[in-house]
Nanobody, 127 residues
């Protein structure tokens, strides 16, 4: 069973950047497609971005497209979320998640597809 730990959250001004990291342990990292989700204040957890097992395929939500970039380093058991041009509306808790059983190219974008979740990291964007 894989364990996930996020890091890199914090306080940033609007227009700034942050890079989130999520490091996995307890499993073979390349067996998992990985995703980032977020929970904005008062809202349900929502999809942000996903990357396939070997990193060749990515898919992201329209709300972050062109601003956020998901990537992974299978040698370091880590998935990243580079967040640029941050807005106040991006404030929330960001979670990484792992999906097992995928083909090499699959990019799951539904919460129910992910069995393993990190504890979350807070991102706060100030105006």
């Amino acid at each position: 069973q894989v364990q996930l730990v996020e890091s890199g959250g914090g306080l940033v001004q609007a227009g700034g950047s942050l890079r989130l990291s999520c490091t996995a342990s307890g499993g073979t990292f390349s067996d998992y497609a990985m995703g980032w989700f977020r929970q904005l204040p008062g809202q349900e957890r929502e999809f942000v971005a996903t990357i396939s097992r070997i990193g060749t395929n990515v898919y992201d939500a329209a709300s972050v497209r062109g601003r956020f970039i998901i990537s992974r380093d299978n040698d370091k058991n880590t998935v990243y979320l580079q967040m640029n041009d941050l807005r106040a509306g991006d404030t929330g808790v960001y979670y990484c998640a792992a999906h097992s059983g995928a083909t090499y190219y699959y990019t799951p974008d539904q919460k129910w597809e992910y069995a393993y979740w990190g504890q979350g990291t807070q991102v706060t964007v100030t105006i």
